[in-house]
């Protein structure tokens, strides 16, 4: 079946800091893959995707690349701000249905 | 316009005892989804709809969980004689279901229900 396996948290990083937050998958086919953010007293909500090999999300200033030879879709940012700090999952879909497949969550704390 | 509502926000019951958990979806949205979000974790998916049927309904944990969507819009998640480990949060998502996996879910604030 389907998997998603993403860097354990927590991460602690300082305003302007580089981010990445490694995110790996496992499915059959050609999945869609997406990242999605929750902040403290929200909701999930997207902050980007990609449908097929190769292409690039970004949004807000975050990047992520799906990469099939190496099954990843690992979330970037060049300069990361208090703003930021949120719980970050990563998550695929494929299949007739297109339920989401959840990463177990990072939690990203930044210090001004 | 309206995202995805979710009530109640909260619940608390006791073991044993019947819950309803009630989505409100974005209007038009065809596909709705059901997932669940335990401590620590990931949401893991519960069910799907599309239009009013279950589509796949291969997440539920076991027969004491049932959803219902009558007229293709709210949907009620049914839970029976309910036990300490269903405590968690109920998420709910609906999309436009254009034909793609690629289409984008919108989630619900959830609810979260707490089982003493």
């Known amino acids: 079946g389907n998997s998603v396996t993403q860097m354990e948290g927590p991460v602690t990083l300082s305003e302007e800091a580089f981010l990445t937050i490694n995110c790996t998958y496992t499915?059959?086919?050609?999945?869609?893959l997406f990242w999605y953010v929750q902040y403290p007293g929200e909701g999930l909500q997207l902050l980007l995707k990609a449908t097929k090999a190769d292409d690039k999300g970004s949004n807000k200033g975050f990047e992520a690349t799906y990469r099939k030879e190496t099954t990843s879709f690992h979330l970037e940012k060049g300069s990361v701000q208090v703003s930021d700090s949120a719980v970050y999952f990563c998550?695929?879909?494929?299949?007739?249905?297109?339920?989401?497949?959840f990463g177990k969550g990072t939690l990203l704390t930044v210090n001004p | 316009g309206a995202g995805v509502s979710q009530t109640p926000s909260n619940k608390v019951t006791e073991k044993g005892k019947y819950v309803e958990l009630r989505c409100d979806p974005i209007?038009?949205?065809?596909?709705l989804y059901w997932y669940r979000q335990s401590l620590g974790q990931g949401p893991e998916f519960l069910i799907y709809f599309q239009g009013t049927g279950a589509a796949d309904d291969s997440g539920l944990p076991n027969d004491r969980f049932f959803a219902v969507r009558p007229e293709g819009s709210v949907s009620t998640l049914k839970i029976q004689r309910t036990e300490r480990g269903d405590s968690a949060v109920y998420l709910c998502?609906?999309?436009?279901?254009?034909?793609?996996?690629?289409?984008?879910?919108?989630f619900g604030p959830g609810t979260r229900l707490t089982v003493l």
């Open positions: 499915a059959t086919g050609y999945p869609s």
């Open positions: 998502a609906s999309s436009f279901q254009s034909g793609g996996p690629g289409d984008t879910q919108y």
């Open positions: 209007s038009g949205h065809t596909a």
């Open positions: 998550a695929l879909s494929g299949g007739s249905n297109y339920k989401l497949t």
